[in-house]
Structure formats: structure tokens, C-alpha cells
């Protein structure tokens, strides 16, 4: 079953899970070794948040957890069934799959309807990687979940693995919340999103800010100032937190109702965190234990020693860590910009768990500190760039809306790219904000922090502080139409997203 493949019915896949007519070209040893697709089902689920249950997406795997996690050298194949009553589609990010199965609703592969099942085979790669719908803004109504890929040298470490997965929630819609940013209406912000799924360049309606009048700004609500200031470069004020929140998650669950994990005393364990949220950041705070960052967005780096490591949106960290003894060690994630935090409990059997209440000091702004310090395992090879651009990230909260070279998603340009280059890309940013800047289907290394040149980290989102500038090299090894967006979700609705298309490859 390949990715172009039409989404086909639910009884027909039903149909085919009774019989194995979906390889008839296979022979019968090669079937009789493949396994069954896994199934992951998309979903409405009722969390309770702060004593309140709500209802919110999930995408549960076949052990009944959220996500999926493969073995070492399995393919991902996995069949995603729609069961979440509207449309969906999910993707794999981080991994580098053929650009069809990427789950980015370019017009070549729109969502997938409700009740209908679409069938994924890749190759993946291995690490910390996660999931999440790129449809709508159901991202932050928890369309989300992490995919892990183990290998076989990590196994032999043999560490427990702890999955810490974050997210910012919100009692509004996303429509609501977008609303309140732009100061439309929530159908005219539910438009907007929608136009992520508008082919790019094609539209003669624009996604660029209209001109306020007095009276327009008078309408803004309040909800659209932005929830903290902080000093940036040069004095001046940097904005955090477009979008107050009602609660932090740590895998689903708030601080006053953590989630304990048993450990064993002087255990040895590989944390995974993922940063899931749709707008907020955090300092991941280990408190007295002192860990190594090992990889970064999957990506093994040489370690780094710390007890605080930031991790920007949709940025992941794997921190190996030993722990001293017996006893309960919170693992916490302070929201940047704010006293609130969240996080999960490691406790060895017998001991007291305390309880826990948000910090009592404001975390400060999430920073390339720990960016600047990355060295990659294994860099790309040296090699000089055949393009190299820039892309300025603009834009700015009054009126709201994000931009990339001046453009706003869809009336972009796309960069086209040519199989076999060396690409390099220097992130510079114009804005008091920062941007996390995700690129689809590639592992790109960070070669420069603030014009300073380091033999960075591997990764798949980078984070682009305010006025600061990053560059980024990559090898064109996957032909197909990419997205590259900011991963703040608000950012990249209204116009900061913008496409590699690869040579040959048809609109
Ligand atoms: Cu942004």
C-alpha cells in the first residue's frame, strides 16, 4: 500500500484485516513475515483538567497508550483510523518519510475523512520523535502523541525509558483563542486556519494583515495582549506567551495530580521529553539531579551536563540520568516567563511523594544557551553550500501576524531545491518573538548560533530568539513539496509557513 493510495473505508479495511488480500503481490514466506499494520486511532477523549472534564482529540496506539513505539530496525507501518468525527491528518515529525505520507495537507494529500483509514510504510529513524495532527488547530486540542523509535545501541544501554511529554491547555477553542489574538471572529479565524490547507501561490486572496482602523483596534480584546514582557537585546521588550493558558500538561495531567513513575533506587533512565505545546516554552528543571542531554530532536549529540536545559515548541531532548538513591525526584517543566509549571514524579517504591505547587519565581525567556553548547555525533559532512539564503522572519502582535521573507502563507514563493544540494539557511529573525522553525522531511544541522559557527546539533526545529539569527545547512536528499513554519501554531496560521518544492516535482 503506498501513501498516494486513496484513504479507503473502514469496512473495507475491516474487510482486509480478516483476509490478507492487501499483499497479493507478495509471496507467501515474504507475507507470512510481515506483520500486521499498527493501529492508530484518532480520537475524542475526556481528560479531566483543574476537577472539569473536557473533551479533547487523542491518537492512541495498540497497547492503548498515546502514540506509537517501534522496535529496533521495524518499518512504521501503521494504519491510521479516523474515529475522531471530522477530519484529520497526522504528522510524523522529525521522521523523514517520502513527502506523500508526510501528513501536510498540501492539495496532493488533503485530510483524510472521518470513519475512512489511511495506511503509512516507511523506513523510520530512530529516537524521540512525536506525532501531531496538521490539520486545523487540532494540535492544541491534543491531536498529539509521541513516537518513539528504538535502536539497538540503546537497548543495550539498558535504561528505563520515561516518555515526558508537554502541553499547553486551554478551556477555549482554538478558534477562540485565535480569535482573541486577531481580533476577528472565530468563523473568520477558523477561515484562516483553514487556508494552511490553501495551495501555496495560488490564491488571489491574502493571508496578509489588513490595515486597521481606530476603530479596529478599539475592538481588540484583551485576551490579545500578550501575557508577559520581558527585557530583550538591546533593552528592549520581547514578548512571551501570546496566549494565556489554563493549564500545563505533563503526559495529560497537571501538577496537582502528577503522574508517578516507579523507579528503581540508583536507576538508570533515558527521559524523553517532547515539547507538544501549541505557544509555550519551558525550562525542563531536573532540581537535585544532575543529567546529560544525549540527543536533541533525536539526534545523538555529544553530552552535556546540567540540571536546566530549555526546549523550545516541538523540540525534543533525551537526558540520560542516574539517580543518586532512593527517593522522590520531581521532574518539572517551568513555563517561561511565568511561575507556573508542570511535570512528573520518579519515585522509588516506599518513598514520600511531595506535593508539588507552581514555582514562586518567573522562569526566564527560553534561550539558545544550551543551542550554543550542542555538538553534533555525527555532523554532516564537510562540504560547501550549493544555495545558500536567507529567510527573514517577520511580522508582530498589532495586527497580529507572522511572516516569512514578507510573505504570508499562501501567497509565498516557494525555494526551489534540486536533489543532491548542499542548502544552507540563515534563520534571521526581525521580531521581538521567538520562532521555533520546524523544516519537514530533513535533518538539518545548526552550523551557526548569533553568527557564531559551531559544529551544531542534528535537529528538526530550531529556535530563532528575538532579533537573533541562525543558519542552518541541510543535504536535498528528499524530493517532494516541504513545508518549513513556525511551530508557534498561531504563528504559522496567520502566514508564517512556506514551501521547498524540489525540481520536477508538479504543483
Ligand atoms: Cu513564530
Same mark, same amino acid.
Given at each position: 500500500?503506498?501513501?498516494?493510495?486513496?484513504?479507503?473505508?473502514?469496512?473495507?479495511?475491516?474487510?482486509?484485516?480478516?483476509?490478507?488480500?492487501?499483499?497479493?503481490?507478495?509471496?507467501?514466506?515474504?507475507?507470512?513475515?510481515?506483520?500486521?499494520?499498527?493501529?492508530?486511532?484518532?480520537?475524542?477523549?475526556? /481528560?479531566?483538567?483543574?476537577?472539569?472534564?473536557?473533551?479533547?482529540?487523542?491518537?492512541?496506539?495498540?497497547?492503548?497508550?498515546?502514540?506509537?513505539?517501534?522496535?529496533?530496525?521495524?518499518?512504521?507501518?501503521?494504519?491510521?483510523?479516523?474515529?475522531?468525527?471530522?477530519?484529520?491528518?497526522?504528522?510524523?515529525?522529525?521522521?523523514?518519510?517520502?513527502?506523500? @505520507? $508526510?501528513?501536510?495537507?498540501?492539495?496532493?494529500?488533503?485530510?483524510?475523512?472521518?470513519?475512512?483509514?489511511?495506511?503509512?510504510?516507511?523506513?523510520?529513524?530512530?529516537?524521540?520523535?512525536? +506525532?501531531?495532527?496538521?490539520?486545523?488547530?487540532?494540535? @492544541?486540542?491534543?491531536?498529539?502523541?509521541?513516537?518513539?523509535?528504538?535502536?539497538?545501541?540503546?537497548?543495550?544501554? $539498558?535504561?528505563?525509558?520515561?516518555?515526558?511529554?508537554?502541553?499547553?491547555?486551554?478551556?477555549?477553542?482554538?478558534?477562540?483563542?485565535?480569535?482573541?489574538?486577531?481580533?476577528?471572529?472565530?468563523?473568520?479565524?477558523?477561515?484562516?486556519?483553514?487556508?494552511?490547507? $490553501?495551495?501555496?501561490?495560488?490564491?488571489?486572496?491574502?493571508?496578509?494583515? @489588513?490595515?486597521?482602523?481606530?476603530?479596529?483596534?478599539?475592538?481588540?480584546?484583551?485576551?490579545?495582549?500578550?501575557?508577559?514582557?520581558?527585557?530583550?537585546?538591546?533593552?528592549?521588550?520581547?514578548?512571551?506567551?501570546?496566549?494565556?493558558?489554563?493549564?500545563?500538561?505533563?503526559?495529560?495531567?497537571?501538577?496537582?495530580?502528577?503522574?508517578?513513575?516507579?523507579?528503581?533506587?540508583?536507576?538508570?533512565?533515558?527521559?524523553?521529553?517532547?515539547?507538544?505545546?501549541?505557544?509555550?516554552?519551558?525550562?525542563?528543571?531536573?532540581?537535585?539531579?544532575?543529567?546529560?542531554?544525549?540527543?536533541?530532536?533525536?539526534?545523538?549529540?555529544?553530552?552535556?551536563?546540567?540540571?536546566?536545559?530549555?526546549?523550545? +515548541?516541538?523540540?525534543?531532548?533525551?537526558?540520560?540520568?542516574?539517580?543518586?538513591?532512593?527517593?522522590?525526584?520531581?521532574?518539572?517543566?517551568?513555563?517561561?516567563?511565568?511561575?507556573? @509549571?508542570?511535570?512528573?514524579?520518579?519515585?522509588?517504591?516506599?518513598?514520600?511523594?511531595?506535593?508539588?505547587?507552581?514555582?514562586?519565581?518567573?522562569?526566564?525567556?527560553?534561550?539558545?544557551?544550551?543551542?550554543?553548547?550542542?555538538?553534533?555525533?555525527?555532523?554532516?559532512?564537510?562540504?560547501?553550500?550549493?544555495?545558500?539564503?536567507?529567510?527573514?522572519?517577520?511580522?508582530?502582535?498589532?495586527?497580529?501576524?507572522?511572516?516569512?521573507?514578507?510573505?504570508?502563507?499562501?501567497?509565498?514563493?516557494?525555494? +526551489?531545491?534540486?536533489?543532491?544540494?548542499?542548502?544552507?539557511?540563515?534563520?534571521?529573525?526581525?521580531?521581538?518573538?521567538?520562532?521555533?522553525?520546524?523544516?519537514?522531511?530533513?535533518?538539518?544541522?545548526?552550523?551557526?548560533?548569533?553568527?557564531?559557527?559551531?559544529?551544531?546539533?542534528?535537529?528538526?526545529?530550531? /529556535?530563532?530568539?528575538?532579533?537573533?539569527?541562525?543558519?542552518?545547512?541541510?543535504?536535498?536528499?528528499?524530493?517532494?513539496?516541504?513545508?518549513?513554519?513556525?511551530?508557534?501554531?498561531?504563528?504559522?496560521?496567520?502566514?508564517?509557513?512556506?514551501?521547498?518544492?524540489?525540481?520536477?516535482?508538479?504543483?
Amino acid at each position: 500500500m503506498t501513501a498516494m493510495s486513496k484513504p479507503y473505508s473502514r469496512r473495507y479495511f475491516l474487510g482486509v484485516a480478516l483476509a490478507s488480500s492487501v499483499l497479493p503481490i507478495l509471496p507467501g514466506a515474504a507475507r507470512a513475515a510481515l506483520p500486521l499494520p499498527k493501529r492508530l486511532v484518532a480520537e475524542t477523549r475526556v /481528560l479531566d483538567e483543574n476537577g472539569r472534564p473536557t473533551k479533547v482529540f487523542g491518537l492512541i496506539g495498540p497497547d492503548g497508550r498515546p502514540g506509537i513505539r517501534l522496535g529496533a530496525g521495524e518499518r512504521f507501518r501503521v494504519d491510521l483510523v479516523n474515529k475522531a468525527g471530522t477530519r484529520t491528518l497526522v504528522h510524523w515529525h522529525g521522521q523523514l518519510p517520502p513527502w506523500a @505520507q $508526510d501528513g501536510f495537507p498540501w492539495p496532493q494529500t488533503p485530510p483524510i475523512a472521518n470513519g475512512t483509514v489511511q495506511a503509512y510504510d516507511y523506513v523510520p529513524i530512530p529516537g524521540t520523535y512525536w +506525532m501531531h495532527s496538521h490539520h486545523d488547530m487540532q494540535e @492544541q486540542s491534543l491531536m498529539t502523541a509521541p513516537l518513539i523509535v528504538h535502536d539497538a545501541a540503546e537497548l543495550r544501554e $539498558d535504561r528505563q525509558e520515561i516518555v515526558l511529554m508537554l502541553h499547553d491547555f486551554t478551556f477555549r477553542t482554538p478558534d477562540e483563542v485565535l480569535a482573541g489574538l486577531t481580533g476577528a471572529s472565530a468563523a473568520a479565524a477558523q477561515a484562516m486556519a483553514q487556508r494552511v490547507e $490553501d495551495d501555496p501561490g495560488r490564491k488571489s486572496a491574502s493571508n496578509a494583515p @489588513q490595515p486597521r482602523t481606530g476603530r479596529m483596534a478599539v475592538d481588540v480584546p484583551d485576551m490579545a495582549m500578550p501575557g508577559m514582557a520581558m527585557p530583550g537585546p538591546g533593552g528592549m521588550q520581547m514578548d512571551l506567551n501570546d496566549v494565556h493558558y489554563d493549564a500545563f500538561l505533563a503526559n495529560d495531567r497537571t501538577l496537582t495530580d502528577p503522574e508517578i513513575v516507579r523507579v528503581e533506587r540508583g536507576g538508570r533512565i533515558r527521559l524523553r521529553i517532547i515539547n507538544g505545546a501549541s505557544s509555550s516554552q519551558f525550562w525542563v528543571d531536573l532540581g537535585e539531579i544532575a543529567g546529560h542531554v544525549v540527543a536533541t530532536d533525536g539526534h545523538a549529540v555529544h553530552p552535556v551536563a546540567g540540571s536546566s536545559f530549555p526546549i523550545a +515548541m516541538a523540540q525534543r531532548l533525551d537526558i540520560l540520568i542516574d539517580l543518586p538513591r532512593a527517593g522522590a525526584f520531581p521532574i518539572l517543566a517551568r513555563v517561561e516567563g511565568e511561575g507556573r @509549571q508542570t511535570g512528573i514524579v520518579l519515585a522509588t517504591a516506599g518513598s514520600r511523594v511531595p506535593r508539588m505547587a507552581n514555582g514562586a519565581q518567573v522562569a526566564p525567556a527560553v534561550d539558545n544557551s544550551l543551542e550554543a553548547r550542542l555538538v553534533a555525533v555525527e555532523p554532516l559532512p564537510p562540504r560547501p553550500a550549493d544555495i545558500v539564503r536567507t529567510i527573514a522572519l517577520g511580522g508582530g502582535m498589532k495586527p497580529y501576524a507572522w511572516s516569512m521573507n514578507g510573505e504570508y502563507w499562501p501567497q509565498v514563493t516557494p525555494l +526551489m531545491l534540486a536533489k543532491g544540494q548542499r542548502v544552507e539557511i540563515d534563520l534571521v529573525n526581525r521580531t521581538m518573538m521567538s520562532h521555533p522553525i520546524h523544516l519537514h522531511g530533513h535533518a538539518f544541522q545548526v552550523i551557526a548560533v548569533d553568527g557564531r559557527p559551531i559544529q551544531g546539533a542534528l535537529r528538526d526545529t530550531v /529556535l530563532v530568539t528575538p532579533m537573533g539569527r541562525v543558519r542552518i545547512a541541510f543535504n536535498a536528499d528528499n524530493p517532494g513539496r516541504w513545508a518549513l513554519h513556525c511551530h508557534n501554531l498561531y504563528h504559522m496560521v496567520t502566514g508564517m509557513l512556506m514551501e521547498f518544492r524540489y525540481q520536477g516535482i508538479a504543483a
